[in-house]
């Protein structure tokens, strides 16, 4: 099967789109926007009228930007791929995409009731479960030298629900020399969206319990990932508390201050369903202790239904040519 992503420029967007595709196409195409593409650049001034060769017979995208260069893309093919979009469509393009993916915090009785919707669990991603096991060992040996239980501490940055004020950012400083003392070799990952006094002040406690990439160099995220005996992920970020539970290890979830919109119930939701619902997260109330779950592997899950319904489809009378 021939697999295009396409996505924002934003790396959550292309992280989901990909996520999905490699389990139906090893190397997919990937298509990059930068800007919605209006109605009359969609037509005429495509900017796919010559596609690349060969065509796909899939179209995975994600992102409010994606969607009309989607259908122009579809517009340009001598035989019209099958499309996903992983997110809510917009109106216009809710009956054109094959299938759309919605995650459970975003998910309603109307969208249930939308025959090309399903709901999904957070967002799908690029982490694998035996792909972490496979790199433990080496990450392990080089991130915790001591053989130390290690906590790998993924902190985010203030969004549209969330914030990071003084007192926040003491609290997880605090949390984290507290886990080292407490003999964690804490592996701390801050992101582009954090705080910029949160890295320099981390980096002036280093030491072999306290573990921080200085945003320098190859990202160890991914290792990290790997040696974790456990997880502490801010609030903020649904990608990478989806991320952490792949590992089948604990996952704590760090508080952070509310910030006054409407968004953050989605968030809140997305939390409760995670953690008392699902058995997959706890909030983390100062220590850390085991627990058991089974693993989810979202992107799999995807890619198997998208499989199935192209399957289903090509049976169908009159239905379009699409290999699989």
Partial sequence: ???????????????????????????????????????????LLSPYRTLEQPEPDLIISCGNKAQAHVFAIVA????PPFTVHLQTPEPEFVQRFDMAFISRHDWTEEKARTPNFRPMLGVPH????????????????????????????????TNRAYQYNSETIERLIHTIR????????????????????????????CNDRIV?????GENPYRDFLAAADAFLVTKDSITMNCEAVTSGRPVYVFDLPKRPRDIVEKFEYFH?????????????????????????????????????????????????????
Wanted: proline fraction near 5%; include cysteine.
């Fill in 178 to 205: 507290s886990l080292a003392a407490d003999g964690w070799t804490t592996l701390v990952s801050t992101s582009r969206r954090s705080d910029p006094t949160i890295l320099p002040r981390l980096l002036d406690f």
């Fill in 1 to 43: 099967m021939r697999v295009w992503t396409v996505s924002e420029e934003k790396a959550g967007t292309l992280t989901q789109c990909v996520g999905v595709a490699r389990h139906l196409d090893p190397e997919p195409h990937r298509i990059i926007v930068e800007r919605e593409l209006s109605r009359w650049r969609a037509r």
């Fill in 212 to 216: 921080v990439w200085d945003r320098t």
């Fill in 76 to 79: 340009a093919c001598d035989q």
């Fill in 126 to 157: 690029q982490i694998a479960k035996a792909a972490l096991e496979e790199a433990r060992p080496n990450a392990r040996r080089r991130w915790v030298p001591h053989d130390n239980r290690a906590v790998a501490v993924l902190i985010g940055g």
């Fill in 272 to 324: 409760s369903d995670m953690s008392e619902n699902l058995g997959l997260t706890r909030k983390f109330e100062g220590h850390i202790a085991g627990y058991d779950y089974t693993p989810p592997d979202e992107a799999q899950r995807i890619a198997n239904m998208i499989k199935a319904d192209i399957s289903n489809y090509k049976n169908m009378p009159n239905s379009r040519a699409i290999s699989i």
